[in-house]
Structures are given as C-alpha cells and as structure tokens.
C-alpha cells in the first residue's frame, strides 16, 4: 500500500480499539487532548484514503465493531500494510478489560451492546471478545483498564504519548501477585519471593511496598543488593539497545506472592533509578491499583 503524502518525518498515527464498555472513548479525547487529531468510529475502508489526504497533526483512530464495514481480517490487514509502511510511525492500542466487568458496566449503564442490540449484554461481550481476539494478540500496546477509572486511563494514555511530536523510549515498570498471573504485555519478569517477605511481620502486614518501613525491610535482606545491582545492570545494558532498534516501549514486571510489599518496593527503587538517568518511565502497582479500587467502589473505565 502506498499513499501520495509526501512527508520529512514520519507521522503518527495510532489505532484504538478493544470491546465496548472498555475506554476507547476516554483514551481518544485524551489523545485530542495533547494535540491529536482524533476520529471515532472510523469505517476500515476509509483509513487509506485519509493517509492520503494533508494531514498536519499526529492521527488517533478508533476503530471497532459498531462499523459495518469492520472485520477482524481487515482489520489485520490494515494493522499489516500500516506498519510497513516507512512514512508512518504506528501503533495499534487494544484497551481490554475482563469480560464479567464489562457485564457489570453495561449493567450499571443499562446500554444496549452494539452486537447484542436484541439480547442480552452478557452475550454481545462474550461475542466480541471472541471476535477481538486475534487483534489484540496483535496489539502494539495492551492497556488492561479493568481497575482505572476514567481519569487514571487518560493519565495512562497521556504517560504513553506525553508529546505528540517526540517519540522517546518509554519504560514501564509494574509490580505484581504471581496468585493473579503475571501481566500481559510485560517484556522482562523478575520473581521477587525469595526476599524476606513483610508480612510475616505485624506491624508491616497491612502496609505497602511504598512505605518507607516496608522498603527498608526489604532492603534490608542480604539478598537484594546483590538481587538488584544484577536487574540495574542488565536493564542499563538492555535500554539503549531497545531504544537504538528502535523499540517504543519496555516494561519490566516485579513479582511475589500477593503483590503488595517486596514486588512494589523493587519496582519503586528501580523507577527511581531509572528516573534520576533521565529515562522515561511511569509505574503501575497492579494489586494495589485492585485493592484501592474494591475499596473505593469504582472501576469503570
């Protein structure tokens, strides 16, 4: 596929989509936000077309099932020639999210699902999940929206493109409870549950990895200096080799038992370090992300 722009730089252009119910709205105007132009509900067969027309800006789509003209192939298709082709700089971002959440949130919005407009949302979402699957094996960046609420997702999706005109290397550092399995998308995964675990102590039990009583702790373990020189130095070597071939994203997941106390306080020294290099990088704890959630009573994306 060719187009007749005519370009010095390559444009930005990123594609949304995912299932209903799961943010893409959110993520798009948070897109318009910082400087995007930003459709939704873009039909598969005009996207070449509106490559081929002067655009000034950087270009967020979402594109998704409530189109008629949408399929999984031509979408895969599209997703394939966008990617090679060198006058763009693509990404394509599946929002995903649980299917019994998205049941609770057509149920508390008491929408119609756009698969489902004469059943029941329950089958719509199963529906579209099992339709949206091979695009999200597909998926450049995998946003899990299940515990964010609609403001953290546009804090998520503006950390992701914080300057529409720069793309600089961004790396990701989360922390998590192997009992829930370890993170989609995650590149590197470091297993945590050998240190010396808090809560086996009373006082530091209902407490968090970032808390300076609970970071000490863990630190304190003969173990972790030896432990995390060893992940420093070989996310120092890895970093600027990803960034010269090019990679947008990293992330580096830290693992143990319930996901509260020694995978977030390595995580958090190791955000740390990585901020006083000067690298660009977010953070997310998975768990306590969860628990603040249950206990907030929110969730919706």
């Known amino acids: 596929m060719t187009t007749p722009r005519a370009v010095l730089e390559p444009m930005r252009l990123v594609l949304i989509t995912g299932p209903s119910g799961a943010g893409r709205s959110t993520a798009l105007n948070a897109l318009e936000d910082i400087g995007f132009e930003a459709i939704d509900n873009m039909p598969i067969s005009l996207v070449r077309r509106l490559l081929g027309s002067a655009l000034e800006r950087p270009l967020a789509l979402v594109l998704d099932p409530r189109n008629r003209d949408f399929s999984v192939d031509a979408l895969l298709t599209l997703v394939r020639d966008l990617a090679e082709l060198p006058e763009l700089q693509f990404e394509l971002v599946y929002l995903d999210c649980p299917v019994p959440v998205l049941i609770r949130r057509y149920s508390e919005t008491r929408r119609r699902h756009p698969l489902s407009p004469d059943g029941t949302a329950r089958e719509g979402i199963e529906l579209e999940a099992r339709l949206l699957e091979p695009v999200r094996l597909r998926a450049d960046v995998l946003v899990e929206t299940d515990t964010l609420s609609p403001h953290d997702l546009r804090a ?146």
Request: proline share 6%; aromatic share 8%; charged share 25%.
């Open 156 to 301: 998520r999706i503006q950390e992701l493109y914080p300057d529409p005109g720069v793309q600089p290397m961004r790396v990701q550092i989360e922390s998590f409870s192997y009992k829930r399995g370890i993170p989609n998308g995650v590149d590197l995964v470091f297993d945590c549950r050998f240190l010396n675990n808090p809560h086996w102590q009373p006082e530091l039990r209902k407490l968090d990895g970032c808390d300076p009583r609970v970071a000490d702790y863990v630190k304190a373990d003969p173990r972790f200096d030896g432990f995390f020189d060893r992940v420093r130095d070989l996310v120092d070597f890895i970093l600027p080799e990803c960034t010269q071939e090019g990679k947008s994203q990293l992330t580096i997941a830290f693992g143990c038992t319930g996901g509260q106390h020694r995978s977030v306080a390595t995580a958090e020294k190791l955000v740390n370090t990585l901020a006083q290099a000067k690298w660009h990088v977010s953070k997310r704890h998975r768990e306590l992300e969860r628990i603040a959630a249950q206990s907030a009573g929110t969730g919706n994306a």
